[in-house]
């Protein structure tokens, strides 16, 4: 089982997803959250507040619990939104990611998502933030 900790950062109606570099080995060429492992003694807290330092730069306040269905079955996910943080997010980790982009709702329509199953959590985040 692989404990997974990913940030939903909204802004102005919009959320933060990241485009998964091509040559990644899980999940390539598809747009996801930010986020990753949760490493040995860390709270998913705790990951989704690394995660997003490393790969956008950016310290997060109040990372908040929120359902987030995630379809393959070796996976946990641990999802937060965030709608609070210090520092512009920029791609830290482009060996991650090949671009960063924050989409509206009618926008995540038409994306190639890591997992499509997660689709109706993320419009429910920005219905609910929005």
Do not use: I
């Not at 060429?29 to 807290?45: A, F, I």
């Not at 995630?70 to 830290?92: C, I, K, Y």
């Amino acid at each position: 089982m692989h404990h997974v900790a990913a940030a939903a950062l909204v802004r102005d109606g919009t959320v933060l997803l990241g485009h998964r570099h091509p040559a990644r080995r899980y999940y390539p060429d598809c747009w996801d959250l930010v986020g990753g492992h949760v490493e040995p003694g860390e709270s998913p807290v705790d990951a989704v507040r690394r995660e997003c330092l490393e790969e956008l730069a950016v310290v997060v306040d109040d990372p908040r619990p929120v359902q987030l269905t995630f379809s393959d079955p070796a996976v946990e996910m641990h999802a937060f939104v965030v709608t609070s943080w210090s520092g512009e997010p920029r791609n830290a980790a482009p060996d991650e990611h090949d671009e960063l982009r924050f989409f509206a709702r009618e926008e995540l329509l038409g994306l190639v998502l890591a997992d499509p199953a997660a689709l109706p959590d993320l419009l429910a985040v920005l219905d609910a933030k929005g």
